[in-house]
């Protein structure tokens, strides 16, 4: 197993655009969360999900984002309408359901929105 | 205040030092408390997770937790010029959210 994986590593785009992200997990890990970290910040929060169900959402989350995971194994993060203030790493990461603590995260996409 | 608190640097020691990475939290129902290493424009790599109070050891790491005073350190023993990066602590509570301190970048001087 390489870890997780996400694609793409970067993305520019312009202001009202639309940008979707995907993630690939540990294979055995049920659980799979996505984070947004911008410079100077450790990562936060947004959503995770256990197989296919999304449990919890952060109110972080505008209703311009989206996520979706949709046979338990690979988990899109789609953004609507892109502003400037999305700019940022998007993290995911993946666990064990018996182990959320260890969590496993994957190289990030870098967003620019200009 | 944020619920985890760390300073963010820089901190700088020469080659062959112990390392010493702090962090203050505040929820008391944290249970799990976790260090994170991430290099620059990475993902951040699990190094160690600790439960409750204590001290784990991995190598030349040490993870040390004191509930009493909600402080959880960081010992990098035989500091090497490639430990430089951002370290992270965070901790989880148990709705299984983790929540990050901002990081504190180290620079091991050659």
């Known amino acids: 197993d390489t870890g997780v994986s996400q694609d793409p590593r970067h993305k520019i785009t312009k202001r009202g655009q639309n940008v979707t992200f995907r993630c690939d997990p540990i294979?055995?890990?049920?659980?799979l969360y996505w984070y947004r970290q911008t410079l100077g910040q450790g990562p936060e929060f947004l959503t995770y999900?256990?197989?296919?169900?999304?449990?919890?959402k952060s109110r972080l989350l505008s209703d311009r984002f989206s996520a979706e995971r949709p046979k338990g194994s690979f988990s899109t993060l789609e953004i609507q309408r892109t502003e400037q203030g999305d700019s940022a790493m998007y993290l995911c990461a993946s666990s064990r359901v018996a182990a959320p603590y260890e969590q496993y995260f994957g190289p990030g996409t870098r967003l620019t929105v200009t | 205040q944020k619920e985890v608190e760390q300073d963010p640097g820089p901190l700088s020691v020469p080659e062959g030092a112990i390392v010493s990475l702090n962090c203050t939290y505040s929820n008391s129902a944290f249970q799990y408390f976790m260090w994170y290493r991430q290099y620059s424009r990475k993902g951040p790599e699990l190094l160690m997770y600790t439960y409750s109070s204590g001290n784990k050891e991995d190598g030349r790491f040490t993870a040390q937790v004191d509930k009493s005073s909600k402080y959880i350190s960081l010992f990098i023993r035989d500091s090497q010029p490639s430990d430089s990066a951002t370290y992270l602590c965070?901790?989880?509570?148990?709705?299984?959210?983790?929540?990050f301190g901002k990081g504190t970048r180290l620079h091991i001087l050659p």
């Open positions: 965070a901790s989880m509570n148990r709705d299984d959210k983790i929540i």
């Open positions: 999900f256990q197989n296919e169900a999304q449990l919890e």
């Open positions: 294979s055995e890990h049920n659980r």
